[in-house]
């Protein structure tokens, strides 16, 4: 059974910091690109960073030079390091793991910025 647990969200004053992590099992890791996306309240979900399993990442313009994914493979766990928070990043920001025709999503984690 495929598991993606998302922690670290909550509630941050504009211009702080969280840090998300995403624990998965289940499936192979190392094998996987990782990603995380968010969905804001009226809004449709959107990609906020990936990384492949070379570790090449790619990110929205929105969160370019503010937020940084990375993985821990020894661990089974994608990161996403959150910097000079916006009111505008709050949503709750998902987990994902693709390989092939395999995708997976946790169960979210809420991320409200307090202006």
């Known amino acids: 059974q495929v598991q993606l647990v998302e922690s670290g969200g909550g509630l941050v004053q504009a211009g702080g910091s969280l840090r998300l992590s995403c624990a998965a099992s289940g499936i192979i890791f190392s094998m996987n690109a990782m990603g995380w996306y968010r969905r804001a309240p009226g809004k449709q979900r959107e990609l906020v960073a990936v990384?492949?399993?070379?570790?090449?990442?790619n990110y929205a313009d929105s969160v370019k030079g503010r937020f940084t994914i990375s993985r821990d493979n020894a661990k089974n766990t994608v990161y996403l390091q959150m910097n000079s928070l916006k009111p505008e990043d709050t949503a709750v920001y998902y987990c994902?793991?693709?390989?092939?025709?395999?995708?997976?999503w946790g169960q979210g984690t809420q991320v409200t910025v307090s202006s």
């Open positions: 990384i492949t399993k070379g570790g090449s990442t």
């Open positions: 994902n793991a693709g390989r092939g025709l395999s995708n997976y």
